[in-house]
């Protein structure tokens, strides 16, 4: 079992920015593929930017490339989410969630087996 704590959300202007991680405390994180997914209300959940084990692979939502940055530090078994110039359709609760296996990072949701409680990221105009 993985339990995964995500931080960083809150409340910030458009064109600011928040970092967000996402920790396994006590775990060993670095064998496995971590997604940032984000739901807004009254819409289904969606990937946002993942990273495969290792951190080389990275992958991202059209609509936040350029913008977002995933990362890990595995010595401190946290992943991260840099979100720079945010917009108010960025508003939505993000969650961090980790596979198993290897290669390139999973866009599906069903792909992951372990998920944090969220955490909210609100972008006023």
């Known amino acids: 079992q993985v339990q995964l704590v995500e931080s960083g959300g809150g409340l910030v202007q458009a064109g600011g920015s928040l970092r967000l991680s996402c920790a396994a405390p006590?775990?060993?994180?670095?064998?496995?593929?971590v997604g940032w997914f984000r739901q807004a209300p009254g819409q289904e959940r969606e990937f946002v930017a993942g990273?495969?084990?290792?951190?080389?692979?990275?992958s991202y939502k059209d609509s936040v490339k350029g913008r977002f940055t995933i990362s890990r530090d595995n010595a401190k078994t946290t992943v991260y989410l840099q979100m720079n110039s945010l917009k108010p359709e960025d508003t939505a609760v993000y969650y961090c969630?980790?596979?198993?296996?290897?290669?390139?990072?999973?866009?599906?949701?069903?792909?992951?087996?372990?998920w944090g409680q969220g955490t909210q990221v609100t972008v006023s105009s």
């Open positions: 990273i495969s084990a290792g951190g080389g692979i990275t």
């Open positions: 006590g775990r060993t994180f670095s064998n496995l593929r």
């Open positions: 969630a980790a596979a198993g296996g290897v290669g390139a990072p999973t866009v599906r949701e069903s792909d992951y087996h372990y």
